[in-house]
């Protein structure tokens, strides 16, 4: 139940294309759900992230659509540039203790061709 | 001005060799965290510090020992060396608990 699956785990997009990533959860108790962006050999860096009480979160290109119901939050990337190529993490957790963790996903690998 | 800092950025020892990682962070977050991504990059919680106290400590070989100097470092000792953890290593800080988490660059450690 502690589970994030992420999907797909690759996905290849050309320039000024959209680039969806999908999350789906069990845990009811989630309220918090961020989005990671990963370079080749960087760490995961913050990019967005929404609470539950929201079904969409905008920020610039990048945009979380969060479906409640269904348990599912998906990353849409509008306008993909070849810098955006990257590996992306949807993470999840139920908040709001210390002792609470960030669950991540399994990632996936976005590629951007000119 | 990094937030998030970790040395070394490369690790390369051998089989049964002790080894340190070193985290600093200047964002004045309370609280800090060890992470390992392995070859797959999947991204799993090792221990958690808040305020110098150990908060989270996930089923880990206790090879592995956090210490905590001050709220600003975390540090990880890994004892006894083993091929299987070979990966790279996450520091990472949070100004409230599990949000919003800052992580550094990662430390690639091979074991040999």
């Known amino acids: 139940q502690q589970q994030v699956k992420q999907s797909p785990q690759s996905l290849i997009v050309q320039k000024g294309g959209i680039s969806i990533i999908n999350c789906a959860y069990e845990?009811?108790?989630?309220?918090?759900f961020p989005w990671y962006q990963q370079f080749p050999g960087k760490g995961p860096a913050l990019l967005i992230a929404i609470r539950p009480d929201v079904s969409e979160k905008k920020e610039g290109r990048f945009t979380i659509s969060f479906n409640k119901s269904a348990k599912q939050f998906s990353l849409h990337i509008m306008d993909s540039q070849p810098g955006d190529s990257a590996t992306y993490f949807c993470?999840?957790?139920?908040?709001?203790?210390?002792?609470?963790?960030?669950?991540f996903g399994t990632g996936t690998r976005l590629q951007v061709f000119p | 001005d990094t937030a998030v800092s970790q040395t070394p950025k490369y690790l390369v020892t051998q089989m049964g060799n002790d080894k340190s990682i070193k985290c600093e962070q200047n964002?004045?977050?309370?609280?800090m965290y060890w992470y390992k991504q392995d070859s797959k990059k999947f991204l799993k919680i090792m221990f958690s510090y808040n305020n110098k106290e150990l908060i989270i400590n996930e089923t880990v070989p206790n090879r592995f020992s956090p210490k905590s100097p001050d709220k600003a470092h975390l540090n990880l000792h890994i004892n006894s060396l083993e091929l299987g953890d070979s990966a790279v290593y996450f520091c990472a800080s949070s100004p409230q608990p599990p949000y919003e988490q800052y992580f550094g660059p990662g430390t690639r450690l091979t074991v040999t």
């Open positions: 993470a999840a957790t139920s908040g709001p203790y210390n002792t609470d963790k960030l669950i």
């Open positions: 845990n009811t108790a989630f309220d918090y």
């Open positions: 964002l004045g977050h309370d609280t």
